[in-house]
């Protein structure tokens, strides 16, 4: 709070340093923190005073009491007065750049776009604040899901960081803008532009601490889009070893003097968004391996470094993307979802477990909305290994977890609604609620945008028909939409090989075996080249279940054992107990008593521990949560007498 004005009198300097005393007090005391500041005007100051003393007054206000009007009224004025002042950016600009956020928390985003637009026309000489007003602006129309606008507003800052000679700035534009070219899908532009930011990034030799930030973020969207994209897409871009010196991975950037709020690009939030769309969509595992080690590597060079208290020289670049611990938690996430998806189940879960205790550890101290959403995405990934590894309690408590968080951010529920359902459609499964199953799988369409995620849903809204067998023409019709051998909608890798499989499903259930070895052994094919080890355990089950029907047995033995090591290793419990029932037959079949009685034991242990499972939870009062197909997250959930579900086939 403090000032830079010309010959303070010392009744300001006074009434100053007692706002400040009682805004630091802990805990602050806002009310007479905010007399002092009003006090101010009584002696009728000079413009510059006032001026900046309504933006102090505003920005108390604004983050510390639910006044908004009161706030808004104190901005206005800082805006409008300080306009009238020459050489006063730092009050001028600041006070547009709190009062658009606030003109955005009261939902008028038609008053906050021409207020920002102004003040970035006005703010051209001064590339620090042009800078983070282009930022601003460009994460106002990201969260309008104009992307367009977003992606020219970046470009621009990109080319004005050229000109002011901030490289680094420019790659932070570039790199955002790359982000939101993720989002939108135009892979085609996103393979370009990835390769000029990493020749920028390799090629900078500034300041040590942003030079590791830009790195985490380049190597972030890198490893993200392989996954999501595949191989085809890799930028082909050889990260060069760590540079000696200080530092960090998420750049913090540096202080401006203490009128200076730190500058943070928001787009992180994006970040996490375009990350929790490839729980539901990864597609190249296997090759995506060097990316996420080189990512590794970074970041625990990065937690080694110490913060650089040297500003830079060029104002333009004054900012910092994330900061360390969040960037931390970011990192633990990416592995976590190549963990899952490769079918890693318990190395997914080691490291969710230390992300969430990072996060709990990071909340104490810090309200910032990106460690909710990175809580969210993270029990996300939880609650899929929980339903596969046979937990489906504590999944359903997750569950709930997710939905309590949502509650508290409306942002946050509308971005993660649609996988919300999801999950709860998945559990359903789990119990043999198919009918609410559907309910839940159809919400969950009804609710995204996204393609992956809709290929996803469709994808086990057509298992839930043929596991009823008896909806032939929505079925039909859901195959028909995601046919991999014509038109597939998306060019996930994994999605397209689990379309295989339920083709391959299909044609078991209808007795089309020969046709049914066809599209498991093309899954097959697409699992094993990226390690995509849960499609590659069941593809083999179903296929020594076939071959089983077929009388084949020899045949039958060479696919269901090593499915049932692979089921072990990951581990799934419904794998297990499905090809432990088929060796138990196998082996009465082929006169291996022992054997025989050896895997009806693990048939029947797997069994009980499934049972066991499925009535805790569906004992819990979470279980309600599957009638929920509408509106926000329940407030509260009831408590049900017991178990509600068919146990039959789980047996």
């Known amino acids: 709070m403090a000032s830079n004005v010309e010959a303070p009198e010392p009744w300001y300097l006074a009434l100053l340093g007692f706002a400040e005393h009682f805004r630091t007090s802990s805990p602050p005391k806002i009310r007479l923190c905010v007399h002092c500041l009003q006090a101010v005007f009584q002696f009728k100051p000079p413009q510059r005073i006032e001026a900046r003393t309504h933006l102090q007054l505003g920005s108390v206000l604004y983050n510390h009491t639910k006044n908004s009007e009161l706030a808004r009224s ?3 004025k800082a805006w409008y007065i300080s306009q ?91 790199l955002s803008k790359g982000m939101l070219l993720l989002m939108e899908r135009k892979l085609g532009e996103v393979h370009p532009l990835l390769t000029l930011c990493g020749t920028i990034v390799e090629n900078w030799q500034g300041n040590p601490i942003q030079k590791e930030s830009l790195r985490v973020f380049f190597l972030v969207l890198q490893v993200t889009h392989y996954l999501d994209a595949g191989q085809e897409s890799r930028v082909d871009w050889s990260m060069p070893p760590v540079s000696i010196g200080l530092h960090n991975d998420c750049v913090k950037a540096a202080e401006v003097m203490k009128q200076f709020q730190r500058a943070s690009i928001k787009h992180y939030q994006d970040v996490s968004r375009y990350i929790s769309r490839a729980v539901f969509s990864s597609s190249q595992v296997k090759s995506v391996k060097p990316c996420l080690k080189q990512l590794q590597q970074c970041i625990q060079t990065i937690s080694t470094l110490h913060d650089d208290e040297i500003l830079p020289s060029n104002p333009a670049d004054l900012f910092h993307w994330l900061p360390k611990e969040h960037m931390c938690v970011l990192v633990y996430l990416v592995t976590v979802m190549h963990s899952m998806q490769a079918g890693y189940l318990e190395k997914a879960q080691k490291y969710t477990d230390k992300a969430l205790m990072q996060l709990e550890k990071l909340k104490m101290l810090d309200c910032s909305p990106i460690l909710s959403t990175f809580q969210v995405i993270l029990l996300e990934h939880i609650i899929m290994c929980r339903l596969v590894t046979g937990h489906k309690a504590t999944a359903l408590q997750e569950i709930s977890q997710v939905c309590q968080l949502c509650q508290q951010s409306p942002r946050l529920f509308t971005n993660h609604a649609a996988q919300l359902h999801t999950l709860l459609g998945l559990y359903c499964i789990s119990v043999n609620c198919m009918d609410n199953a559907e309910a839940q799988f159809t919400t969950a369409l009804r609710l995204t945008t996204h393609q992956e995620l809709w290929t996803y849903i469709v994808t086990n809204l057509a298992s839930v028909y043929i596991r009823e067998g008896n909806r032939h023409q929505e079925l039909y019709s859901l195959l028909e939409r995601i046919n991999p051998d014509h038109n597939f909608p998306v060019s996930s890798h994994c999605l397209r090989a689990a379309a295989f499989y339920i083709r391959g499903l299909l044609s078991f259930f209808q007795g089309r075996y020969n046709e049914a070895k066809r599209f498991l052994r093309e899954t097959l094919k697409m699992s094993n080249a990226e390690d995509l080890n849960r499609l590659t355990a069941c593809s083999l089950v179903l296929l020594g279940h076939i071959f089983y029907v077929l009388g084949n047995h020899r045949e039958s033995n060479n696919m269901v054992v090593p499915a049932m090591q692979l089921a072990s290793k990951i581990p799934d419990m419904s794998v297990q107990l499905w090809s432990s029932a088929l060796l138990k037959d196998l082996n009465k079949a082929l006169g291996s008593t022992m054997e025989a009685h050896e ?18 939870a569906c004992s819990l009062p979470e279980h309600n949560l599957i009638s929920w197909t509408d509106g926000p997250p329940p407030v509260q959930i009831q408590a049900q007498n017991g178990p509600t579900t068919s146990l039959a086939s789980l047996l």
Request: proline share 3%.
């Open 599 to 616: 895997a009806a034991q693990m048939h029947q242990n797997f069994s009980q521990q499934l049972l066991q499972d499925h009535i805790a």
């Open 84 to 174: 009238q002042l020459p050489q006063f950016e730092d009050v001028k600009f600041e006070a547009a750049s709190i009062l658009s956020e606030l003109f955005c928390q009261q939902n008028l985003v038609d008053s906050a776009k021409p207020l920002l637009r102004k003040a970035i026309q006005i703010s051209q000489q001064t590339p620090y604040w042009h800078c983070r007003l282009l930022f601003q602006l460009a994460q106002l129309h990201t969260l309008e899901k104009d992307l367009v606008s977003a992606c020219d507003l970046l470009g621009v800052g990109a080319e004005y960081a050229r000109v002011v000679g901030s490289e680094y700035t420019r790659a932070l534009f570039l």
């Open 74 to 76: 104190h901005l206005e």
